[in-house]
């Protein structure tokens, strides 16, 4: 079963604590993606990777970090220095323009 | 720089009639274009895509999109709504960076029974 995976599907983190988001695709694809979407709005593009141990910043990539250690997985952390981390956050990868994307993340900090 | 603005926030039509979604672009050079579609608290999937290729471009699920570069426009349209068709809808233009994605502001589309 080929596609791109997001874990978990909900977390709730209190102020203060750093997290991370999990995403992982089995379709082979040299670049991966991370957007922000907010309610109402498009998305915005937090980080990206073309290849893996590189990656570039992305629209608002304040507050966040990446690593690209394996082709297949791309993981964001959340810092505390995120000044409104409560969103829902999505994953993407893809060949040239093209991407897909995983089911997203919904992230809750109270 | 690249843009897309999408011209209506808000869709709503009934069960069995035509749908349109507009959306127009900018860009300095023959960009590609999509569409895409979100159901509440799911990720995006891809209903079709622009490459320089043929202008009338179909897409999953009924969908079409022409492009028009006179008018740089990229309207998605169905001939019949289905309930199964109410969800957000992107357009989206290639950035100048390769690999890079300019997304709309969205459109929701309602369908009334």
């Known amino acids: 079963d080929g596609g791109i995976t997001q874990s978990p599907k909900y977390l709730f983190r209190k102020e203060g604590q750093n997290v991370t988001l999990s995403c992982e695709q089995n379709l082979n694809h040299d670049a991966m993606y991370w957007y922000r979407q907010d309610p109402g709005q498009g998305l915005r593009l937090i980080y990206y990777?073309?290849?893996?141990?590189?990656?570039q910043k992305g629209d608002i990539a304040e507050g966040y970090s990446v690593s690209r250690e394996k082709k297949e997985s791309f993981p964001l952390t959340v810092t505390s220095a995120q000044k409104n981390p409560t969103a829902f956050y999505l994953c993407a990868s893809g060949q040239k323009y093209e991407q897909y994307f995983g089911p997203g993340t919904r992230l809750t900090v109270t | 720089a690249q843009s897309v603005t999408q011209l209506d926030s808000h869709v709503s039509v009934s069960e069995g009639t035509p749908v349109l979604l507009r959306c127009n672009y900018s860009s300095s050079y023959s960009p590609s274009l999509f569409w895409y579609v979100q159901h509440p608290n799911k990720g995006l999937q891809l209903l079709l895509k622009y490459t320089s290729a043929a202008t009338l471009v179909k897409g999953i699920n009924g969908f079409e999109a022409e492009f028009k570069k006179s008018e740089t426009s990229f309207h998605l349209t169905k001939p019949s709504a289905h309930m199964s068709d109410a969800a957000e809808y992107f357009c989206?233009?290639?950035?100048?960076?390769?690999?890079?994605?300019?997304f709309g502001s969205g459109t929701r589309l309602l369908v009334r029974p």
């Open positions: 989206v233009v290639s950035g100048i960076s390769s690999y890079k994605l300019i």
């Open positions: 990777s073309q290849i893996v141990n590189d990656f």
